[in-house]
């Protein structure tokens, strides 16, 4: 495999490219690219004198933003239905954890990062990155509850589509319950996930079913 160093100016974002990050993670991301720079290069193909980016869309607007020379690519000549295959398996294809060992892991880490840092890169919670941490491989079923909980604290991720009105609609709403969000307790650092949990509490806990 061969790594090429190709201008920003001749990359180009896929059209039908799927992916989406929502705001909480794009910081992450931006936060690890700024601290350790591309280390992952960019898939891309050749297309109409340029090079359309096949997998790593999202790292490629930042760097973009960040103004870099040039970007790390892995160049590989595909058509568009093999394109888009490759594209999704390397956005779909992802192992799981051995806990313990991520314990063990995230143990070494915290002890020599802050964890407001290592909070900044990773999409964890205070509370999940704690519990995540405590693991060993002392007691399994200890570490499933744990595991368990940890899950429930974790940030997820939903990504909603809306007409421009219905858009409108949306960002008043949530414009306005922000003040509120400051004056709760919670763990999530997203202050608009926040806000729109307390719109849709505040609408199960007033409206009643029909």
């Given at each position: ?14 059209p039908?490219?799927?992916?989406q ?17 591309l ?47 490759l ?18 892991l ?30 060993t ?20 991720h ?8 219905q ?8 414009s ?35």
């Amino acid at each position: 495999m061969k790594i090429v160093e190709i201008s920003p100016d001749q990359l180009h974002e896929a059209p039908w490219n799927p992916n989406q990050m929502d705001e909480s993670m794009q910081e992450r991301l931006k936060e690890s690219l700024v601290r350790y720079g591309l280390v992952e290069p960019l898939v891309v193909r050749p297309k109409n004198g340029a090079y359309e980016v096949l997998s790593g869309n999202q790292r490629f607007r930042i760097i973009s933003d960040l103004k870099s020379q040039t970007v790390p690519c892995v160049v590989v000549n595909l058509n568009d239905d093999e394109a888009m295959l490759l594209a999704q398996a390397l956005n779909g294809l992802r192992g799981e954890d051995d806990l313990a060992l991520k314990g063990e892991l995230l143990r070494s880490i915290l002890a020599s990062i802050p964890e407001n840092e290592v909070l900044s890169l990773l999409p964890e919670t205070a509370y999940s990155l704690r519990t995540l941490s405590s693991f060993t491989h002392t007691d399994i079923a200890q570490h499933l509850e744990a595991w368990e909980q940890a899950q429930a604290a974790k940030l997820k991720h939903m990504q909603l589509q809306f007409t421009y009105k219905q858009l409108e609609l949306v960002e008043e709403a949530v414009s306005r319950i922000l003040p509120r969000v400051k004056d709760d307790s919670f763990d999530n650092p997203n202050t608009r996930g926040n806000a729109v949990y307390l719109l849709c509490r505040f609408y199960l806990e007033n409206v009643k079913e029909e």
